[in-house]
């Protein structure tokens, strides 16, 4: 049995219009979904676990989880850093409910050296 040219066109052209109204479903959701978000609110752009984790890339999990260790080894209590990923792909650094762009923005040396110390663990 062989489609003939106009049956055939319509088939694919049917196709590329059922795909592209899914695409577009899909794409509505997740723009719904973020403008849901409270202006002002801590939770940061990017996602997180159900544990309240922000992800990120691997390798900034890998550098902030030696972070964490090195905090804890220095004795500095009741500090936890959490690395993530910013819908623009930079990276965020989060010390409680406080968001940072930068290792030079944060406040507290000890965490700046810890960052920086983990860094240069991580490079080598």
């Known amino acids: 049995m062989t489609l003939s040219t106009p049956l055939l066109v319509g088939l694919v052209v049917t196709l590329f219009i059922v795909f592209a109204v899914l695409a577009a479903v899909r794409s509505a959701r997740i723009i719904s979904s973020s403008a849901r978000r409270p202006t002002g609110s801590s939770v940061p752009a990017s996602s997180s676990s159900p544990s309240g984790e922000r992800l990120a890339s691997t390798s900034s999990e890998?550098?902030?989880?030696?972070?964490?260790?090195?905090?804890?080894?220095?004795?500095?209590?009741?500090?936890?850093?959490?690395?993530?990923?910013?819908?623009?792909?930079?990276?965020?650094?989060?010390?409680?409910?406080?968001?940072?762009?930068?290792?030079?923005?944060?406040?507290?040396?000890?965490?700046?050296?810890?960052?920086?110390?983990?860094?240069?663990?991580?490079?080598?």
């Not at 030696?66 to 010390?95: C, M, P, Y």
Request: no cysteine; glycine share 6%.
């Open 62 to 124: 890998a550098i902030e989880e030696l972070v964490n260790q090195a905090l804890v080894k220095a004795g500095v209590n009741g500090v936890r850093v959490d690395f993530a990923t910013a819908h623009d792909g930079s990276l965020e650094i989060w010390i409680g409910d406080d968001r940072y762009t930068s290792v030079a923005a944060i406040p507290d040396p000890r965490v700046r050296q810890a960052v920086a110390d983990a860094v240069t663990a991580f490079n080598r």
